[in-house]
């Protein structure tokens, strides 16, 4: 739901085993600017689901619509999906997997304490998905309210685990051995909002069986999940031609040198797996990795009306 600011209760649940805030050594965060992202989702078509799950008679939610799914994380235009509800969202190429996570969700949470949790599908032929296995330790105890706060350590592989601007990412990896899933040709993400609730006749439940404990009700027209928009780190790569640019990048992987040839003026810039800037320059002949450690680096070429990103191997 679209967020306010309330006074906050104690943060609820028992067990720290997952990936913290924003900000924090170990947090699996991912900034809307990084250069990680070479691509946004371009379509959605979204399921409503109610403001009350028990009480249907309140209606759906209303607040955003599709389009508002798609494109940049901007951390303001969003859709809310409601109790249960769900958005299929589709992209420039199909999503591989890289290295690494591959994807990235972003919902509009105000605060790192205030979490709205959402399943996250994939598919390679639009009708059969298949889920990441998520897990809950908020406790089952007590319902949180949509008053209430809960800490984001305790949850793992749902989308809604940090705040606004801040993507959840997912690794397809994970799915490589999914019957039926080509992990190389993600053509389709669906996200499906958490009814939050104890009650066992409309709870939802992690991978382990778990009931979840997320704030709730929310009932307003901008209740359960608010989708922000879906960010690709792993596609199928668009040719550098198509992008307005002509340009060779080589040898990848590389040992140190690459080097980089086209047929007009640009800028270049290589950041690092996380998104930090190492390299920005206008030499367009070689640049030099060597100084740094083997792993994933992204090298984005840039000249006055294109921008390319591609991603880079040092071994």
Not at 4 to 10: A, N
Not at 27 to 37: C, G, L, Q, Y
Not at 46 to 53: A, D, E
Request: aromatic share 12%; charged share 15%; with cysteine.
């Amino acid at each position: 739901m679209i967020k306010y600011i309330f006074l906050f209760l104690p943060i609820l649940s028992w067990g720290q085993s997952f990936a913290p805030e924003p900000g924090v050594l170990g947090s699996t965060a991912i900034h809307k600017d990084s250069s990680v992202f070479i691509a946004w989702a371009n379509n959605a078509v979204v399921t409503r689901g109610p403001m009350n799950l028990p009480v249907p008679s309140v209606g759906n939610t209303t607040y955003g619509i599709d389009s508002d799914a798609t494109g940049e994380a901007d951390g303001t235009g969003v859709v809310s999906l409601g109790d249960g509800g769900s958005v299929v969202l589709t992209f420039p190429a199909p999503i591989n997997n890289g290295v690494g996570p591959d994807f990235a969700v972003f919902e509009n949470g105000f605060t790192d304490h205030y979490i709205e949790l959402a399943f996250v599908e994939v598919s390679s032929d639009g009708v059969n998905f298949f889920r990441f296995e998520s897990t809950s330790e908020i406790q089952t105890q007590v319902q949180l309210t949509n008053f209430d706060t809960l800490n984001c350590r305790y949850v793992n592989n749902f989308a809604g685990k940090y705040r606004a601007r801040y993507g959840t990412p997912f690794d397809i990896e994970e799915l490589a051995l999914t019957p039926g899933l080509d992990v190389n040709a993600i053509t389709h993400v669906k996200i499906i909002d958490v009814v939050g609730t104890l009650d066992p006749t409309y709870a939802r439940y992690d991978g382990q069986g778990t009931i979840i404990n997320d704030p709730y009700p929310t009932s307003f027209d901008s209740g359960g999940f608010d989708l922000d928009a879906v960010g690709v780190i792993h596609a199928a790569e668009i040719g550098l031609i198509e992008q307005g640019l002509s340009v060779s990048i080589y040898p990848n992987p590389t040992t140190g040198i690459l080097f980089i040839e086209g047929n007009q003026e640009y800028s270049i810039q290589v950041f690092n797996s996380e998104g930090r800037l190492l390299i920005d320059t206008t030499i367009d002949q070689k640049i030099d990795l060597s100084e740094f450690e083997p792993g994933i680096y992204y090298v984005a070429i840039h000249s006055k009306e294109s921008k390319f990103v591609k991603r880079i191997v040092k071994m």
